[in-house]
């Protein structure tokens, strides 16, 4: 059984960043065991297929531009992304998540859960710091994944 | 007939937001504008910060080409410095770069371009049995059996059953600009699926010779941090380094028996894509692959080509080459950023001045840069020109190859195909460099030089360096002046700035908006053409925004006014 926590976005873009955050903030809080792997994929896009295919779940974790309050997050689900229901191409860039999880289930290897969690960016300005609303989401996010894989998985991941 | 303007806003399987404005005359581009849609804030965030250590955020400039700005970084540095960089270091560091072109390749051919020729729902239609016999006839891979083909067949089908293809709502399925057989697609839709195992081993050997993928961690100024011990299991030992034997000699050969095959199966069927998109036809391509410690000899050659003249091809002597170094400028004068001059990158400002879209006036935030004050093209098909004519042998057995086996001459290279070919080719030359810089290595540690960096202190004063590097979409360039250590300016001049160029103050056009002009259009509702000549450039205009999109905007707006 393999967990991947797959941190998407541009760290030089403020919001942008929020995935590479979350990973960040993760390995400095937490301890995980061999099992758990986080990964700063930056904005990678088709070229991460093979993280996602070699995890059993997965969590991307990535900012979102739909309509909402900036500051909320959004989750989605496998059939979310089979069924083209995300409203939001995950990314411009390259082929998108959806087409990049499309080709890993005809090539047979789709992970059994996928994931995405994503903000609502309040800005995506050049700078290297969060917006003070989504620096908040950040450890909110961060810990209520770590509560929910403890829960889902019986692993301990002890507070550094 | 009316003249008709094509909006491709924004341009899909590419890095980033390009737009694309075509005005359509009986069935031709007249006209094109290019337009990158954002703004790039690197040259900003960096002011301040220390050269050093620099290349770690040039390098999140983009996803897919990180190491490639990390390298340009660096090399800024080393330039500004004079120093110099041990073999063990320009070794492992060529390797890296060789990788990450194959793996920038494989995914453009297949991912981001292939299906402009392929049609996934033509495969449907395909016999498998046929398929391995025309798959078998141009290649001795093994998976090219009926089995395998049968099984992608018949997984398509039952996706095609669900609704599910429906993701690859860009495709232009059914086009009259179509035409391969029903069992060239199943054969590339299949590869296109396999495909995905070769990037990653490239992928692979990256994350262990840099330490991390993406993202690669081990360069200092003045050479590498890699630890390599050949004893050692911690370091980078002998059982790692023939991993990485392992996982290179795997991609060349899918390079060799899948890639390049495909791609001359796919050129063949398309031939008249030889006489579409040549564009601009001065190119220029950096030497790569340092060959020795003060970066004076390459394994290629670069060059400077005017008018698509292979005979008078000016060398680029080195990355200190003087004349280029002097005679690069990037205007402004249509791009968003004040002021009307052209300035050299050790001048460059960026002051963003946005205007809205004026085909007469500003229209991009991409600069537009010249060589001698003329557009440009960078890329492969650069490289691979500037390689034949300066007699390479490796590039010449490919190119009279091709030649021989398509039945073109170097006049049908400066074309939509062409940029295409000379990228397999390029990919086939990285495979064979990156063994043989492997072997350098190993020589060279056997020989007992255990030496990785000359570490270099970043005395006060003022300095200025330029780092150059063949990337897998042409020269990149990296311009930094730093002074008592803190950098003063920054400006890097991308591959894509010199492809995607606006025009300049002369009106002359960039190489996308020139490569457009005179294409054909069947279907001005369903433009397949114009992606055809957008994509052979590899377009990567990232370099800034992720999540754009708003929900249930169309993936490409095409506008007929």
Redesign the interface.
């Given at each position: 059984m393999k967990i991947l926590i797959f941190g998407?976005?541009?760290?030089?873009?403020s919001d942008?960043g929020f995935g590479v955050h979350v990973v960040r903030y993760l390995e400095q809080h937490y301890t995980f065991p061999e099992c758990v792997e986080l990964f700063?994929?930056?904005?990678?896009?088709?070229?991460a297929?093979?993280k996602i295919?070699e995890a059993d779940w997965v969590y991307i974790v990535?900012?979102?531009?739909?309509?909402g309050e900036p500051g909320a997050v959004l989750r989605y689900g496998k059939d979310d992304f089979?069924?083209?229901r995300v409203?939001?191409?995950?990314?411009?860039?390259?082929?998108g998540v959806?087409?990049m999880l499309?080709?890993s289930?005809?090539?047979g290897r789709c992970p059994a859960e996928i994931y995405l969690l994503g903000v609502i960016?309040v800005s995506?300005?050049?700078?290297?710091e969060l917006s003070p609303l989504v620096e908040k989401r950040l450890a909110e996010v961060a810990d209520a994944l770590v509560v929910e894989l403890r829960a889902r998985t019986g692993l301990s991941l002890p507070v550094r | 007939m009316a003249t008709r303007t094509i909006t491709l806003d924004p341009v899909t399987r590419i890095e980033g937001h390009l737009r694309i404005d075509a005005e359509v005359d009986n069935n031709q581009v007249t006209k094109a504008w290019s337009s990158a849609q954002m703004w790039r804030g690197l040259e900003i965030i960096l002011k301040g910060k220390q050269p050093q250590d620099a290349w770690v955020l040039a390098q999140r400039i983009c996803g897919v080409c990180t190491t490639v700005h990390a390298i340009a970084s660096i090399r800024s540095v080393e330039h500004a410095l004079k120093a110099a960089v041990p073999m063990n270091a320009h070794y492992i560091r060529n390797m890296i770069m060789a990788q990450h072109s194959l793996q920038d390749h494989i995914v453009h051919f297949y991912h981001l371009s292939a299906l402009d020729w392929v049609d996934v729902l033509s495969a449907l239609k395909a016999d498998p049995k046929k398929t391995a016999q025309i798959a078998q006839s141009i290649s001795d891979w093994p998976g090219n059996s009926e089995t395998e083909f049968k099984a992608v067949k018949d997984k398509l089908t039952s996706f095609a059953a669900g609704g599910k293809l429906g993701i690859f709502s860009s495709g232009y399925w059914g086009h009259p600009a179509m035409k391969l057989s029903p069992e060239v697609d199943l054969m590339a839709v299949s590869h296109y699926l396999s495909a995905l195992d070769y990037q990653r081993k490239a992928a692979q050997v990256m994350a262990i010779l840099g330490g991390k993928n993406p993202h690669i961690q081990n360069l200092v100024v003045g050479g590498v941090a890699t630890a390599i011990n050949v004893d050692n299991l911690a370091t980078l030992n002998m059982e790692r380094l023939a991993f990485v034997r392992t996982l290179m000699e795997e991609t060349q050969a899918f390079v060799q028996q899948v890639y390049y095959p495909d791609l001359l199966a796919i050129a063949g069927s398309y031939k008249e894509w030889f006489k579409y998109g040549a564009g601009v036809t001065n190119y220029l391509a950096v030497p790569e692959f340092p060959e020795d410690s003060a970066s004076t000899k390459f394994s290629l050659p670069g060059g400077i080509i005017t008018r698509g003249d292979l005979q008078n091809v000016r060398p680029v002597a080195g990355h200190s080459d003087a004349y280029l170094i002097d005679n690069i400028q990037e205007s402004v004068a249509h791009a968003w950023y004040g002021g009307n001059a052209s300035l050299h990158p050790w001048k460059g400002e960026t002051k963003p001045d946005y205007t809205d879209f004026k085909p007469d006036g500003k229209y991009s935030w991409c600069k537009a840069p010249r060589l001698a004050g003329q557009p440009v093209q960078v890329g492969p098909l650069a490289q691979m020109l500037a390689c034949y004519a300066a007699g390479n042998g490796r590039v010449k057995t490919l190119v009279d190859g091709a030649n021989a086996k398509l039945g073109i001459g170097m006049g049908d290279y400066h074309s939509t195909m062409g940029r295409h070919l000379t990228r397999g080719m390029r990919a086939c030359v990285m495979a064979d460099l990156s063994l043989e810089q492997l072997d350098k290595l190993t020589a060279n540690i056997a020989s007992g030089d255990q030496t990785y960096a000359n570490p270099v202190e970043i005395p006060n004063g003022e300095f200025r360096g330029v780092g150059f590097h063949e990337a897998p979409r042409g020269t990149l360039s990296h311009w930094m002046v730093f002074k008592d250590k803190k950098i003063e300016n920054y400006q890097a001049v991308v591959p894509t700035t010199w492809n995607a160029s606006p025009r300049d103050e002369q009106g002359a056009m960039g190489p996308y908006e020139a490569a457009l002009v005179g294409n054909p259009v069947a279907e001005p509702d369903k433009p397949l053409e114009l992606l055809r000549t957008l994509h052979s450039f590899d377009p990567c205009i990232a370099c800034a925004v992720h999540a754009v999109d708003p929900a249930g905007k169309e993936i490409t707006r095409v506008k007929a006014v």
């Open positions: 998407a976005g541009n760290l030089l873009l942008e700063d994929a930056g904005t990678m896009g088709i070229l297929t093979h295919e990535d900012v979102v531009a739909v309509d089979m069924l083209n409203p939001v191409k995950l990314s411009p860039h390259q082929a959806q087409e499309l080709v289930e005809m090539r960016p995506t300005a050049p700078g290297s | -």
